[in-house]
């Protein structure tokens, strides 16, 4: 992906929300930052009791499963520490490449219908999600392949993932920057 940093407000935050997680089972919510220990507004977010900072678009797009316990969250109910043991620190190259595969069936960008013809307003919806979080963000997979490579290609990636949710498999991305934090899931189930 280039380098340009396009600038974020609420519409093309909604657009670049629905271009990349408006068509399947997913998850995209943003958070405020307020522990130095991330995980806990990760996991407070994961439990859907926080609410977006700037009140802008999020989704829950999540598959109803009998396995969810009457919330309305598809992730596990487990610890800051649990959660945060399956997450695996990624750079925003790799970040920006996992967040256009989760879109493809099983979490591959060669999967997206007319995937060629769409790159460039995928990777441009995948910036403009990841800009929010300003430069010096971190950011996390639980694709296993970042274990051994933070710099993994996650666009296709040859993988496992440490799953977080009640369905048979999930993958995504969390962002953390100093003030807000974002997670961004997509899931499979039969």
């Known amino acids: 992906m280039p380098e340009e940093e396009p600038v974020v407000d609420a519409d093309s935050w909604k657009s670049a929300l629905l271009d990349l997680f408006g068509g399947g089972w997913t998850f995209a919510q943003v958070g405020p930052r307020r522990h130095d220990d991330w995980r806990r507004d990760m996991t407070a977010l994961m439990a859907l009791k926080a609410v977006d900072p700037r009140h802008w678009a999020s ?93 993994a290609d996650l666009l296709n990636p040859d993988t496992e993932w440490d799953c977080l949710s009640v369905y048979i498999t999930d993958c995504g991305l969390v962002a953390v920057s100093d003030t807000e934090i974002g997670v961004f899931w997509a899931f499979w189930d039969d």
Request: glycine share 8%.
């Open 59 to 151: 989704l829950n797009y999540a598959p109803d499963n009998e396995n969810r316990g009457g919330t309305n969250s598809p992730f596990f109910p487990w610890s800051p520490e649990e959660t945060g043991a399956s997450l695996h620190e990624v750079g925003v190259e790799s970040a920006g490449r996992l967040l256009v595969a989760l879109q493809g069936d099983l979490y591959q960008a060669s999967s997206i219908p007319d995937f060629e013809q769409r790159k460039e307003g995928l990777f441009r919806s995948a910036r403009t999600i990841l800009s929010r979080f300003g430069a010096n963000s971190r950011f996390f997979t639980n694709a296993a392949e970042a274990r051994r490579d933070p710099n």
